[in-house]
């Protein structure tokens, strides 16, 4: 079995900063792209930022600037720093990786979630 554990998350102040951690663990042959989502209350799930194996990375564009992706193979962790947060920011922040477990398998996984809340 995989799995993908999130932490990180928290109540911050705007302008502030948090670091969040994605760590996968289980049965891994290998991990392909990886991806921050996020979804506020009464919005749909959206894509924040993604990292391909190769570390080419992708942003919303509400976040550009702001939010750096990362990820360590070798931990098959990757993080999402985000700086200047915004109360716009505030949602809860999932963690979605594309797993090989076999040779010509490979699925979707989904990390439980963090909360992220930026209010003053």
């Known amino acids: 079995q995989v799995q993908l554990v999130e932490s990180g998350g928290g109540l911050v102040q705007p302008g502030e900063s948090l670091r969040l951690s994605c760590a996968a663990s289980?049965?891994?042959?290998?991990?392909?792209?990886m991806g921050w989502y996020r979804q506020a209350p009464g919005n749909e799930r959206e894509l924040v930022a993604s990292i391909t194996t190769g570390g080419r990375t992708t942003y919303v564009d509400s976040v550009k600037g702001r939010f750096t992706i990362s990820r360590d193979n070798g931990k098959k962790t990757a993080y999402l720093q985000m700086n200047s947060l915004k109360p716009e920011d505030t949602a809860v922040y999932y963690c979605k990786a594309e797993i090989r477990v076999a040779v010509g398998e490979r699925n979707d996984y989904w990390g439980q979630g963090t909360q992220v809340t930026v209010s003053s």
């Open positions: 289980g049965s891994i042959f290998s991990i392909l792209g």
